[in-house]
């Protein structure tokens, strides 16, 4: 089956700064693809690239066979992107927040409703989506924005540490809800240095450190390659 | 279309909170109250003055001075029999603003033809312009005292003579050419009548940028600062049609803002100069008129033009200066030089005269865009077209450089990696 994105040779470098020092990875259709690394190992530089925030420096990326480089709306118009610390509009309401953003992508008012409605449910904030934004606590903020990505199915949804910063309930329900609504032909490039829900969320994962690509497979392949019990183990041991 | 719209009315939104609606009400509230005060306070000041007097003449010409007062709006309190020291100590004690002290032997001096001396004490008790103008009652009583008098003398010893001609053997009569326009008047009387109609451009042009260019600099850094920026930025828009909302939306805003201010700021002049200054403007308007000083059509379409192209470079500009600002806080130092640039032609408008200014002043002040808008009004007079239109056109070209510029900030990485910090590193962080 065709990739949703490919990358091939990938460089990324800020001034004299190598960021990304020529990376391959793709993404298959209705698959979580993760990167896991340390903190500046390059994954949010990958992850803003392919959401057209960062221009790429060598290397292909290819998006449903169209070049990103060239052709970056299109991109925009299939994929969603939660970044790391992402906000929303203190001074909206949760509701106006997410009609505002998918007005963005729905072609009628029908379509924009559908929208909005899979975002509520994804939510679980009921009548707290009729109250400020800037009242929410970090969990419900962190719901609204992945309820945002993920409201308008889009082909990719790239996700940027998705639990970062929240405690252990929030960011379990997080999870569940990316494993939930992730199964209607959505693919996902996430990106996070807790191993443990990297294991939890992904089918196939691509170790990187230092702007390089240390290995890639699923979990389970890289597991018995490197004969550890868990992803954190198979991290340390593809550094040696 | 619809996504554009869509930015449009959340910048919108987002800028007209409730706390600007209850400030711009305060304001106009605030201008209204102020203006009617000092209107109470002039028509105090220009109306019936009280003064106290010691006559320590007692003659009949120095009751006729006071009588003469008496008829000229002061309201007259005599002070009998004390000397001058209890004179002073009295009025200081009430609320006249002037005591006036007219010696022993004034009358027979006069009749003498010999040059008295009254004395007069004013009691400043208040420093503000109308709370002074009790000071300048006492002009205005010598000079009329003199009048009275010389006028006086004159007709006892020239009958037969107008005493005014007399006085005045030359008169001048002023006329001011403009092109090929004339008009009796003075040149001064002129001058100033066009800086006073040309005062409300750079008030208003001060007001619109000001608050334009916060609002665009603030929208752009609490979009950093929120972290919704990234997130806008991945949505399927144009990024010239994100820096085109937000340039909409403050322009919209700072423009009725600006208006609410001028309708505020119009309450409070109309308090302060009520229908006396109303009669005097009309008259004056029909010299203005005669010498072609004034705005056609066309002129008011020129002048609006250039109060746009000053607006939209503002905007631009600081848009730019928003992208450069890392939080709403920093975002405050960055409207700095933006205001430095609108206030160095806006004072120079009022003390100096551009156009006759040294070359590297007027070069330096050309080079400004926001100094053509305050030339155009004078140009436009002085049917200096070539001026005009050189003015505008540079506008726009700096107005095009300047959102190209912005336009490829935002379609490149240097929209999330520059950045200038005040108070810490300064330059350019990525």
């Known amino acids: ?48 690239i392919i959401a057209t925030l960062l221009t790429p420096g060598e290397g292909t990326i290819t998006f449903l066979d169209h070049d990103l480089r060239k052709d970056p709306d299109f991109v925009r118009e299939k994929i969603s992107y939660l970044p790391e610390e992402a906000g929303a509009y203190k001074n909206m309401k949760g509701l106006d927040y997410l009609h505002f953003m998918a007005a963005f992508y729905a072609r009628t008012p029908e379509e924009e409703k559908a929208f909005v409605d899979r975002a509520v449910e994804i939510t679980e904030l009921g009548a707290r989506l009729k109250t400020k934004v800037g009242t929410y606590s970090k969990g419900m903020t962190r719901k609204i924005l992945l309820a945002r990505a993920l409201m308008t199915k889009p082909v990719l949804s790239i996700l940027d540490e998705p639990t970062s910063g929240l405690d252990v309930l929030n960011a379990l329900e997080v999870r569940e809800i990316v494993r939930r609504y992730v199964k209607e032909g959505t693919s996902v490039l996430l990106s996070s240095h807790n191993m443990l829900e990297i294991e939890f969320l992904s089918d196939r994962v691509a170790l990187i450190d230092k702007g390089r690509i240390l290995d890639s497979g699923t979990p389970h392949e890289l597991k018995e390659k490197y004969q550890a019990k868990n992803l954190e183990e198979v991290f340390r041991s593809s550094l040696r | ?224 600062q929120n972290k919704t920026l990234e997130t806008l930025l991945t949505v399927p828009i144009r990024r010239t049609s994100i820096i085109t909302a937000k340039m909409l939306a403050a322009g919209l805003v700072g423009l009725i803002s600006a208006v609410v201010y001028m309708f505020g700021f119009k309450g409070f002049m109309g308090g302060i100069g009520g229908d006396e200054l109303k009669a005097a403007s009309s008259q004056g308007g029909a010299v203005m008129r005669q010498l072609g000083l004034y705005f056609d059509t066309s002129g008011y379409i020129i002048l609006g033009a250039a109060l746009f192209l000053a607006i939209l470079v503002a905007l631009a500009l600081a848009m730019i200066l928003g992208v450069l600002a890392e939080d709403f806080r920093s975002a405050q130092n960055m409207i700095m030089p933006l205001m430095f640039m609108v206030m160095i032609p806006y004072f120079l408008s009022l003390f100096a005269d551009i156009n006759t200014a040294s070359l590297p002043v007027k070069i330096f002040l050309l080079v400004i865009p926001f100094s053509h808008p305050f030339l155009v009004s004078q140009n436009l007079y002085l049917g200096n077209y070539g001026m005009i239109f050189g003015g505008l056109a540079y506008m726009l070209v700096v107005f095009t450089v300047l959102v190209v510029f912005a336009a490829r900030i935002f379609s490149t990485d240097k929209i999330l990696t520059m950045k200038l910090r005040f108070g810490k590193k300064r330059g350019v962080t990525a």
């Not at chain 2, 619109?208 to 850094?221: D, E, G, N, P």
Request: net charge positive; proline share 3%.
């Open chain 2, 1 to 224: 279309m619809k996504r554009f719209l869509n930015l449009l009315k959340k910048e919108i939104k987002e800028l007209v909170t409730p706390q600007l609606v209850i400030s711009l009400a305060l304001t106009i509230l605030l201008f209204n109250f102020v203006g009617q005060m000092s209107r109470k306070e002039v028509q105090k000041a220009i109306g019936v003055q009280n003064i106290s007097a010691l006559d320590l003449d007692r003659s009949a010409a120095s009751q006729a001075i006071l009588t003469g007062l008496e008829s000229a709006r002061f309201k007259i309190e005599r002070l009998e029999g004390k000397t001058k020291e209890q004179a002073i100590d009295i009025a200081r004690g009430g609320d006249s603003k002037l005591l006036i002290v007219i010696p022993a032997g004034f009358g027979e001096s006069l009749q003498n033809l010999k040059p008295e001396t009254i004395e007069t004490y004013s009691y400043m008790r208040s420093f503000s312009l109308i709370g002074a103008s009790g000071s300048a009652i006492v002009g205005s009583v010598i000079s009329a005292l003199n009048n009275v008098l010389s006028n006086k003398f004159l007709k006892e010893r020239l009958p037969d003579l107008d005493p005014q001609s007399l006085k005045n053997p030359i008169k001048s009569k002023d006329f001011v050419i403009v092109h090929n326009r004339m008009a009796e008047a003075s040149a001064s009387e002129i001058a100033n009548r066009v800086r006073s109609q040309s005062m409300l451009i750079p008030i208003v042009l001060m007001m619109i940028v000001m608050y334009s260019s916060q609002m665009v600099i603030s929208a752009v850094a609490m979009e950093k």
């Open chain 1, 1 to 48: 089956m065709e990739n949703v994105l490919t990358v091939r040779g990938l460089k990324k470098s800020y001034g004299k700064q190598m960021a990304l020092a020529g990376i391959d990875f793709e993404v298959r259709p209705g698959e979580v693809f993760a990167l896991i690394g340390p903190n500046g190992a390059g994954k949010t530089t990958t992850l803003r």
